[in-house]
């Protein structure tokens, strides 16, 4: 089993935030395009070989923390080199920007965030033999992720991003860790179907509305288990469309560090909505009455307590980021002048992405990217790319999204007292200086 040193531990945070012969794979809902594993997982995940990266509204205000050093043990033996560690905390462990770059980002690469202490890895010995707790169903029962396994199949990317990613750019110091644009991945989850899970179990009972998931981390003695268990509602509806019960990541059986053997998968909806460690899911009238739930991420007015009336962290909104070239900050030299090429990425949590613009002037003027690559489904990130005439000098370089539903990236973030759900255009702009 796996160890890791944990310096000094921080009192827990909101934001979190992760072998058949034959598979049928497909995505949750009938309409979407189905995905091969194997084939997506092969796509190259850059764009046309031979062309030129790039990357770069306001200079981006990069993380200052170090990186920890090349000896320190952290989860899973990720290498160190790839992230920043918030607080010297290795369950807040942020990607640099740079890493980021591609199609499907790696299990090694995948940002890490836990609200309480990993379990022991002894729970992934014998995975099969996981338990899942199920209720407020017709049958009510406990299944085994071997049980699980036998009711088939499927396999969804996805985008999985904490909910305070680009908390580091609000003015007021909201608490929690200070993410720059790395609290997020794009990633591949094999699972069985939640609709399928509770079909299984006789189906939720007439008055159900909420969908409640339990992780299984340790609750620390002492303490009250209903102020610090990781426990979260999800509207019904939206359980049976898209959600999964997954146990497979980047087609290899998900690690501690993001929630094997089991976890719950929400496609669109924050980090923190896809419970780790899966150990019971009840179908209920009401929401979760765990702190977590009921006033932990909730978007609220700077200053004020956190309440169940407030809009809760579930979809994610539409974003986009520059991803090549990134300039200095990120350890990219100086971009030649001539013909070069700006790349990124954009998701949104509720459509599939239409379009996407990129300005080259701090946001003054914007033109008409190309979105390039495999689409992989409506809650996977697309890349997109414009062609780019470099002059010397200093420029400013931003994206914009708009989804399918017309909602537009905008320009600033949302003012909020925890920073929540930044999607603020001009905030990760990066600054590149061309010679």
């Not at 049928?24 to 997506?40: A, H, K």
């Not at 031979?50 to 899973?76: F, M």
């Not at 340790?218 to 939206?238: H, M, N, T, W, Y």
């Not at 925890?418 to 603020?424: D, E, K, L």
Request: net charge neutral; glycine share 12%; hydrophobic share 35%.
């Amino acid at each position: 089993s796996r160890t890791f040193l944990v310096r000094r531990t921080d009192p827990p945070a909101e934001g979190r935030p992760q072998n058949v012969r034959r598979e049928r794979v497909s995505t949750p809902r009938e309409s979407e395009r189905q995905l091969d594993r194997r084939q997506l997982l092969g796509t190259s995940l850059g764009l046309a070989a031979g062309a030129t990266w790039l990357h770069g509204c306001a200079p981006e205000a990069v993380p200052t923390e170090a990186a920890p050093a090349a000896d320190d043990v952290l989860p899973d033996g990720v290498d160190p080199g790839a992230f920043v560690v918030h607080g010297t905390n290795p369950w807040t462990m942020e990607t640099k920007r740079e890493q980021l770059r591609g199609l499907i980002t790696p299990t090694d690469k995948i940002f890490v965030r836990g609200n309480l202490p990993f379990p022991d890895a002894s729970v992934l010995e014998d995975r099969d033999a996981w338990k899942l707790e199920i209720g407020g169903v017709g049958s009510p029962r406990t299944m085994t992720l071997a049980d699980l396994k036998g009711l088939g199949r499927t396999t969804i990317a996805a985008v999985l991003q904490c909910s305070g990613n680009g908390r580091v750019f609000y003015e007021h110091g909201p608490s929690g860790s200070p993410w720059g644009v790395g609290a997020a991945a794009n990633v591949v989850w094999t699972g069985v179907p939640l609709r399928t899970v509770l079909e299984a179990v006789g189906g939720p009972g007439a008055d159900a509305k909420f969908l409640t998931a339990t992780g299984g981390e340790a609750i620390p003695a002492g303490l009250d288990e209903r102020q610090i268990v990781v426990e979260r509602s999800v509207p019904l509806d939206k359980a049976l469309a898209d959600a999964i019960l997954a146990w497979d990541l980047n087609s290899e059986p998900i690690n501690l560090s993001h929630g094997g053997p089991l976890r719950l998968i929400v496609p669109g909806y924050y980090g923190v909505n896809n419970v780790k460690y899966l150990k019971r899911l009840t179908v209920a009238a009401e929401e979760s009455d765990a702190k977590i739930q009921r006033t932990s991420y909730r978007v609220r007015p700077i200053g004020e307590k956190g309440s169940a009336d407030q809009p809760s962290m579930w979809a994610m909104n539409v974003k986009s980021w520059i991803e090549s070239p990134l300039g200095a900050a990120h350890g990219d030299g100086p971009v030649a002048a001539g013909q070069r090429q700006i790349t990124g990425v954009a998701f949104s949590g509720e459509a599939p992405i239409e379009s996407v613009e990129v300005s080259t002037d701090g946001g003054a003027s914007w033109s008409a990217a190309t979105l390039v690559g495999p689409d992989l489904g409506r809650y996977a990130w697309r890349q997109f790319a414009l062609p780019w005439s470099a002059t010397p000098g200093t420029h400013t370089l931003c994206s914009r999204a708009k989804d399918a539903s017309g909602k537009v990236q905008p320009e600033n973030r949302m003012e909020n007292e925890r920073g929540y759900a930044h999607n603020g255009w001009r905030d990760p702009g990066v600054t590149v200086e061309v010679v």
